[in-house]
């Protein structure tokens, strides 16, 4: 939950000197329609005629990024993510616009690229140092940590055309992790090699978050831009759409995503009017304490109860309309509604499903969600190996999930989605995100930490020295 701490720690933001600043910032490129018509338009281009187009990668953007503050950036593939980054690493020169950055940059983008396959490891390692500026002397007091970082043992004195491609990415990520920096720019890095070496990479972000340093993060994994970034920025076909804390734009782009196409082009003009907030229908950004009214619980008095006082939360709603999810809530065993639960106890969420047209496929789901968006837990009709193949026009099915809440106290929010087969390809017929909010009560005195409760049990002996 680095956004959280980040803001709590970082309260003045706005004090801080600004460290990367582009304004008006475009990039063009000349598409060819076929390989040959390069030399042509060489050749006879200034007489007028053309053989191919302009592209925009990126038109206009502007913003700022203040040092220690860590930036997400979310976009469709091909919606000008990498080039922006590429600019602000100077890979790249932007075709107008202005770029300002103060500090030393270490990008994550192409990973391994200025390697030579037929140099060994140990080689490309000061090789790539000389590329990014660091100097020889600066690299022989560090390699030792790089290549601990990188753990690929003996074949650090091996040519690289003998490594597999993730052996490659460990080095040049460890090479970049681990040289003196103020801004990081990842752009979906964090991916490389096994699930040991992904959480190592992570730490080393986190550590350099907890510093004070920059971050730029790009990545489709959107609980990753929420947890990691205490704000983002939204590209769409270059353009910048949307520039706010890192939920509500993550928010933003699930609905941007995964609305019907002829729904999109309205959403980016609300976007383009309006922002984020507006299109979600923002009313409060919901805090750490998640704004629920608090309530004393004493020791086996803990109750499951409904808090008329729990603040609505920022619903976001898409599809292709072909269901409608009507909302029942959360119930305890008893058969009350609630919103305020007690830890280790048994629940059921209900919402009912109606089907304007005929539906194949469907799959009925389920999401549980901490504030900041990461999930705790996903349920499904098709994860309990229940088939709807085909369900009829008109039909009206109540869903029903039954769960232990073994999570520790703090405010969760609940999803429901139907996916269905459409033309071959399976969508959302309709979903409900933050549809509704809970707040998990402890059943005892006794410190929780983390985000799951183990049901654990602690014993001990005294046994002879």
């Known amino acids: ?63 700022e990024v203040r040092s220690g503050e860590s930036v997400g950036i979310v976009g469709r593939n091909g919606s000008g993510k990498s080039t922006l980054l590429q600019i602000i690493a100077g890979t790249v020169a932007p075709s107008s616009g ?52 990188a753990d690929i043992g003996e074949f650090m004195d091996q040519p690289l055309r003998v490594y597999s491609s993730g052996m490659v990415m460990r080095l040049a990520f460890a090479i970049q992790a681990m040289v003196r920096k103020d801004i990081l720019i990842v752009d979906e890095a964090l991916a490389v090699g096994d699930e040991a070496f992904q959480r190592k990479c992570m730490a080393v972000m986190e550590d350099f978050q907890r510093a004070g340093g920059t971050v730029l993060l790009v990545s489709h994994a959107l609980q990753t831009i ?40 309205d959403i ?8 984020a907030r507006a299109i979600l229908n923002e009313r409060t950004t919901i805090g750490v304490s998640a704004g629920t009214s608090e309530r004393r619980v004493e020791v086996g008095e803990a109750e499951d109860w409904l808090d008329p006082e729990m603040p609505s939360p920022n619903e976001v709603r898409y599809g292709n309309n072909d269901a409608e999810i009507e909302v029942h809530g959360l119930f305890a065993e008893d058969g009350r509604r609630v919103n305020v639960v007690v830890s280790g ?58 769960m232990r809440m073994n999570v520790v106290p703090a405010a969760y929010f609940l999803n429901a989605g139907v996916v269905g087969l459409v033309d071959g390809t399976f969508l959302y017929l309709a979903r409900r995100v933050d549809v509704e909010m809970i707040r998990v009560a402890p059943p005892d005195r006794r410190a929780r930490y983390g985000i799951s409760e183990l049901e654990h049990r602690f014993s001990w002996k005294e046994v002879p020295r």
């Open 98 to 149: 202005g770029l300002d950055v103060r500090g030393r940059i270490a990008s994550l983008l192409e990973l391994g690229s200025g390697f030579n396959p037929e140099f060994t490891g140990r080689e490309n390692v000061f090789l790539n140092a000389s590329i990014l500026g660091i100097s020889e002397e600066e690299m022989r007091a560090r390699f030792a940590d790089v290549a601990a970082f």
């Open 1 to 63: 939950m680095m956004a959280t701490q980040a803001l709590i720690e970082a309260p003045n933001a706005l004090e801080r000197p600004t460290v990367i600043s582009l304004e008006n910032v475009s990039k063009s490129y000349f598409l060819w329609n076929r390989p040959q018509d390069r030399l042509k338009h060489a050749l006879f281009g200034r007489l007028g005629r053309s053989y191919g187009r302009e592209f925009w990668a990126l038109r206009d953007v502007s913003f």
């Open 226 to 265: 929420v947890r990691q970034c205490e704000r983002a920025l939204l590209l769409h076909g270059g353009e910048l759409l949307a520039d706010d804390d890192s939920k509500i734009v993550t928010d933003a782009y699930q609905k941007l995503m995964y609305s019907q196409p002829d729904r999109v082009r």
């Open 345 to 402: 106890r048994r629940y059921e969420w209900k919402y009912a499903v109606v089907f304007p047209r005929d539906a194949e496929q469907v799959n009925f789901g389920m999401m549980l969600k901490t504030v900041d968006g990461m999930d705790v837990a996903g349920l499904s009709s098709g994860r309990e190996l229940i088939d709807f193949h085909h369900v009829r026009r008109g039909t009206r099915i109540e869903v029903m999930f039954s």
């Open 268 to 275: 980016v003009s609300s976007l383009r009017r309006e922002g």
